[in-house]
């Protein structure tokens, strides 16, 4: 029986695009590219071994920035979009399951989104890359939200949209669904499958 269940975010709750900030932080970056220069920083950043105020400041570094602070934060936040569906769906499970996140992220996107999409409040808890020091699919992430949660992985159903993270959820035993945006029926029909109730 299924008790709890667990979304990560980019691409399951809210699609983003990344490409949306590169083309603003480009138009004032020293570097031909900007991907390439902060992909360290940013690794570094949503593991949790620097904190904001380094990772703003490597970033200006690194990226030879000239605009502001200010300019560069709404940048890095500004890619999400609400996926319509499954704000519905995580309302229709709400009133039966407790609802938990699990994603690789940072705490200025994780600000901004409980800030802006009030389907973030009917989550119970929460384990973060950045907060945790660690990543998915690394075992000890999962181990982690078990623990945190209170949950088996026997009993949750754990939703993200990369099939490597999919594979590491199943083999500690989580039943687990790869989410495709343009498939959201297919979701649906794998969590009747498996009892999971929606709505009344």
């Known amino acids: 029986m299924i008790k709890a269940i667990v979304f990560d975010i980019g691409n399951v709750l809210l699609p983003f695009d990344f490409s949306v900030a590169l083309r603003k932080l480009q138009s004032k970056s020293g570097t031909e590219s900007v991907e390439h220069a902060m992909e360290g920083v940013k690794r570094e950043y949503e593991s949790g ?17 000239t605009g502001t602070e200010d300019e560069f934060v709404a940048a890095w936040e500004d ?8 704000s519905e769906l ?5 009133p039966h399951y407790p609802l938990f996140l699990l994603s690789n992220t940072s705490d200025l996107h994780m600000d901004y989104v409980f800030k802006k999409y009030p389907t973030f409040g009917l989550f119970k808890d929460a384990v973060f890359s950045y907060r945790v020091k660690g990543f998915k699919p690394e075992p000890a992430i999962y181990e982690t939200a078990l623990k945190q949660f209170g949950i088996k992985a026997e009993e949750t159903v754990f939703i993200d949209d990369l099939q490597v993270n999919i594979d590491a959820a199943l083999a500690l035993g989580f039943q687990a669904i790869r989410y495709d945006l343009g498939q959201h029926e297919d979701l649906l029909t794998e969590l009747r499958a498996l009892g999971v109730r929606m709505g009344q």
């Open 49 to 65: 071994r620097i904190s904001r105020v380094e990772f703003l400041e490597q970033m200006r570094v690194v990226l030879q920035y």
């Open 79 to 86: 890619i999400f979009t609400e996926n319509t569906p499954m």
């Open 90 to 94: 995580v309302r229709a499970l709400h």
